[in-house]
């Protein structure tokens, strides 16, 4: 209805203070350039307000396929940032088409065989994986990741050797505190908050030269040119595998908190017509050189309570994050790594 779009306006911008840092934080947690993170933030928003049925769902870079995603592309990449890119965009696009498939083939209805002691035991599990790969980036701290078990051993064994940037860890912490403390005022922006507080502070204290801090840099001007990623036949299999695991990941997500909107607006949603949904988004952020999202139980609720009534809310947010890219690339610039973890764990 043409009376919701102000609404839909005021919530898409108020969404947007969170897809930027999130998407950004997303994307350095499974291993890519940051800026890869805003472009599967665009396309995606774009593509799911076309193909999908819900009002009110957001989707973008999420947590719960962080852990997957850098499994893939850390061993796969070599160090190299555009065969990393190539990897998890070729990961999106498999993990798009098997969720067209599953939507296709009427098949949305297994997520009601997953009890709740596997989803909750799983996203636990996704949660403690995440949370370890990102504590040595709050603490300044280089290890070499092999695993969790070895991760947590590495960790602690740099942290007792007196390898702790402090400055970083105090930004981190401020962050981190930040975050948590404005969580119970749903209409403040905390994230935001102490995202652009931490960058302030870097920014006019010179932290990057004189602490070595680490941060962003300048992000790359303009938006992405279509294209299809591929890496060659030797680590195919491997990606496939990962493109089809990521599938499932959100596959369940997504159908969830599809449900629960769903009961909570007293709307239907076609659980197969949201699987086709869910696949367009991931298309198109593969072929747009972004990575596989999902849907988000941290932003949906944000936009929700900004007043999103329609994808209207949606189609907003990503039109505004494209104008930064186009208009202000170097605003998060100074935008510290020791700060983009605690976006993450929290």
């Keep these: ?15 947007t203070t969170m897809l930027v840092p999130v998407g950004i934080a997303y994307a350095v947690a499974s291993g890519l350039p940051g800026i890869t993170g805003l472009y599967a933030t665009i396309f995606p928003l774009l593509a799911y307000a076309i193909f999908a049925p819900s009002r009110v769902l957001v989707l973008g870079p999420d947590s719960s396929l962080a852990a997957v995603i ?21 990961m999106a696009i498999v ?5 067209i498939l599953i939507g296709l083939l009427k098949i949305g209805f297994v997520t009601e065989l997953l009890s709740k002691p596997i989803r909750y035991g799983y996203m636990n599990g996704i949660a403690l994986i ?3 790969s990102q504590l040595p980036k709050m603490f300044g701290v280089s ?3 092999d695993g969790p078990l070895r991760d947590v051993l590495q960790f602690g064994g740099a942290v007792m050797d007196g390898k702790t940037n402090w400055v970083e860890l105090a930004i981190g912490a401020g962050t ?9 005022f749903k209409r403040v922006p905390g994230i935001l908050i102490a995202v652009v507080g931490a960058t302030l502070v870097v920014g006019i204290f010179g932290l990057d030269s004189s602490a070595g801090v680490k941060v962003l840099g300048p992000l790359p001007q303009g938006l992405p040119a279509f294209s299809v990623p591929w890496i060659g036949l030797a680590d195919l299999g491997q990606v496939v595998i990962g493109g089809f695991a990521v599938a499932m990941v959100a596959f369940a997500d997504t159908s969830v908190l599809s449900r629960t909107y769903a009961a909570k607006t007293r709307t239907h949603v076609d659980p197969n017509q949201e699987m086709v949904g869910l696949g367009a988004a991931n298309l198109a952020a593969g072929l747009f050189q972004g990575f596989a999202i ?7 609720p944000v936009a929700e309570a900004a007043g999103a009534k329609t994808q209207v809310t949606g189609v907003v947010g ?19 790594s020791s700060a983009l973890a605690p976006v993450v764990i929290a």
């Design 1 to 15: 209805e043409a009376a919701w779009f102000p609404r839909d306006l005021v919530a898409g911008l108020v969404l």
């Design 70 to 90: 850098l499994a893939v592309v850390l061993p796969l990449s070599a160090g190299d940032p555009g065969r990393a890119i190539a990897i998890a965009s070729l």
């Design 95 to 99: 993990s798009g088409l098997v969720c």
């Design 130 to 132: 995440v949370l370890i």
């Design 143 to 145: 290890i070499q990741s």
């Design 176 to 184: 981190l505190v930040t975050i948590l403390a404005l969580k119970r």
């Design 294 to 300: 999902s849907s988000s139980s941290s932003r949906t």
């Design 318 to 336: 990503a039109i505004a994050v494209a104008v930064l890219l186009l208009v202000a690339p170097n605003l998060l610039s100074n935008l510290p």
